[in-house]
C-alpha cells in the first residue's frame, strides 16, 4: 500500500475510524508513528503522527505535505453499461493502468436494468489508488451515446491502433456488441488483432493496455 485513503486528509487533526482503522490495526502501526493520507482530489500528501489509539479509532495529528508530481491521465474510454459486476471488477485494471475519465453510456445492446452503485465504485477505485500510488482516481460518469463527440468504435475489421488521435474517444460496447444502426452512424472504428469474440470486459482492458500500456 503506497497511502492510505482519507476523504479529511489537509485537517490538522483527523479522528481514523473504519476501514482507515482496520488498514491500521492489520499493519501494527503503533502511537508516534507516521502515516501518508491522501485524499484524491489533489496531488498533495499528508503525513500524520499518529497520537492515540483508541479501541475502534485513532488520533492522528498533521506534520507535514507534501507537493507531487501531477500525473497525466489523458485518456477517456467510453463503455456501453453491462451488469454492474463486471464494471466494478474492470474499474482497477483501468484505473491502475491510467485512464483518466470513464463515460458509461447505454448502447442498443445494454441491460437497461443495470443499477449503478457509485458509491461502491469510488470505494474500488480509493482502494485501486492506495495500492498503485495514483495521486487522481479515475473519475467515471454516465452519458448520453450522442454527447460524446470524435468517437471511435472497437469493432472488426477497424483500423490499427496507432492511427488512434489524441482527441479521439475510443467507444467499447456491451456483451452483444454493436447494433446496425450504431455501426452506420459511426464509421470510424479501430479494431484489436484478435480472432475470438472478447467479452466487454476483456476487450476495455486490452483497448487501454493497447494504447497506455
Known amino acids: ?9 489537509g485537517d490538522e487533526t483527523i479522528e481514523l ?14 502511537g508516534g508513528e507516521i502515516l501518508r493520507l491522501q485524499n484524491l482530489r489533489e496531488n498533495i500528501a ?8 483508541k479501541r475502534n479509532s485513532a488520533r492522528l495529528v498533521l ?26 471488477k474492470s474499474l482497477p485494471f483501468l484505473n491502475e493502468l491510467g485512464v483518466g475519465e470513464l463515460l458509461l453510456f447505454y448502447a442498443d445492446f445494454s441491460q437497461k436494468n443495470v443499477k449503478l452503485d457509485f458509491a ?10 492506495e495500492q498503485c500510488g495514483r495521486n487522481l482516481a479515475m ?20 483500423d490499427d491502433f496507432s492511427t488512434l488521435g489524441g482527441d479521439e474517444i475510443l467507444l467499447i460496447g456491451a456483451e452483444g456488441g454493436w447494433s446496425d444502426a450504431e455501426r452506420a452512424k459511426f464509421k470510424r472504428k479501430i479494431g484489436l488483432k484478435s ?10 482492458i486490452s483497448a487501454a493496455a493497447k494504447i497506455l500500456a
Open 46 to 53: 499528508y503525513f500524520y503522527e499518529i497520537s492515540e489509539i
Open 17 to 30: 475510524s473504519g476501514d482507515g482503522f482496520a488498514h491500521l490495526k492489520a499493519q501494527r502501526k503503533r
Open 139 to 158: 473519475s467515471v460518469r454516465v452519458c448520453e451515446l450522442s454527447e460524446i463527440e470524435n468517437a471511435v468504435l472497437l469493432d472488426f475489421g477497424g
Open 195 to 204: 480472432s475470438c469474440v472478447l467479452r466487454a470486459q476483456t476487450a476495455i
Open 1 to 9: 500500500m503506497r497511502f492510505l485513503y482519507c476523504a479529511r486528509a
Open 120 to 129: 461502491r465504485f469510488e470505494r474500488i477505485l480509493a482502494s485501486s489508488c
Open 63 to 88: 506534520r507535514e505535505k507534501k507537493e507531487l508530481e501531477a500525473q497525466n491521465f489523458w485518456l477517456k474510454i467510453g463503455w456501453a453499461v453491462c451488469e454492474s459486476a463486471v464494471i466494478e
